[in-house]
């Protein structure tokens, strides 16, 4: 029997006396979010921020995020767990620590783009949206030999510009830079079946999308945590009964996406396990080129995702 999650919480002096219109929800596990929380301590807009340490089990990195949270001048709490819950079930944890309208949904290895980020998004708030998307890019992102793979691949297929992710709305939502109503929210949470990494904001927003206008703009923060090849692999690998989920809730949507048609090929093709372990060595082969190593790590997460279509 698993031992009961400890929700422990401490809040800085603003906090009690807030009365916030967004609140601004950061998730973290074993990441150090104290760039993120600097960099939006600069807002005068009706905003809190609420961190969740989902487990981590880091006492050191948890003693720095407290320290930070108290010395900020925007309200703020620190919810800190004794075990880990997971990304879907984590954020509804964290949306019912929220007090605003709105809340947005921050990765706790992004980075606002701009100054106004904060501003912006409580503009976008103040009219009343449902649910809205605000990007992410690199610009700010460190280049690393060992992240060479994860930045091409995201420049071509996660960085797009908002006129180009509202042709698909509900498959460009992530939550590393999401805006949501609280009465949206709260008639349409994360679905706590999904375990691991992967496809619970887009299934997410497959459901928001049959009663909601998903909303694409760009206010965009940057996406820090790039990872090597290895646990590139690995998370395509956990993401594949998350997919297989998702196939068997909305095979209507996401048939049209182009992992799934790719899938559907691979899964006719014979001896997939000779050539799916080959797909793999070429993407982590770092003295391949890039554009190689990504068309192979492509192939390889089909090749995973075959399995449920």
């Known amino acids: 029997m698993n031992a009961p999650v400890t929700d422990l919480r401490l809040e800085n002096a603003a906090w009690a006396a807030a009365q916030p219109r967004l609140s601004v929800l950061i998730p973290t596990f074993r990441d150090d979010p104290s760039a993120l929380l600097k960099a939006l301590d600069q807002t005068s807009a009706a905003v809190e921020v609420v961190v969740l340490d989902d487990g981590g089990g880091d006492d050191a990195l948890a003693e720095r995020i407290a ?26 944890r964290l949306a019912s620590h929220a007090r605003g309208g709105h809340f947005l949904f921050l990765d706790s290895d992004m980075l606002p783009d701009t100054p106004d980020f904060l501003d912006r998004w409580s503009a976008v708030a103040d009219t009343g949206a449902a649910v809205a998307f605000g990007g992410f890019t690199l610009d700010q992102t460190p280049q690393r030999p060992e992240h060479a793979l994860h930045r091409a691949m995201a420049l071509k297929s996660d960085c797009t510009p908002a006129p180009e992710r509202a042709k698909a709305p509900e498959k460009h939502v992530f939550t590393s830079n999401l805006l949501v109503r609280r009465d949206v929210f709260e008639t349409v949470g994360f679905d706590e079946g999904f375990s691991g990494w992967g496809w619970e904001d887009v299934e997410w927003a497959m459901r928001v999308a ?100």
């Open 67 to 92: 320290r930070r949270i108290e010395k900020m001048r925007t309200p703020a709490r620190f919810v800190r767990l004794s075990r880990n819950e997971g990304r879907a079930k984590g954020r509804n």
């Open 210 to 309: 049959r009663q909601h206008p998903i909303l694409h703009i760009d206010n965009t923060a940057t996406h820090l945590g790039l990872d090597p090849a290895p646990v590139m692999a690995a998370k395509y690998e956990q993401s594949a009964a998350n997919f297989a989920r998702v196939v068997a809730s909305h095979r209507d949507v996401v048939s049209a996406y182009p992992s799934y048609k790719v899938a559907k090929l691979l899964k006719a093709v014979p001896l997939s396990s000779v050539w799916r372990p080959l797909l793999k060595q070429v993407a982590l082969a770092e003295a391949a080129p890039v554009s190689l190593r990504a068309f192979a790590m492509r192939l390889y997460r089909a090749a995973l995702y075959s399995e449920a279509v």
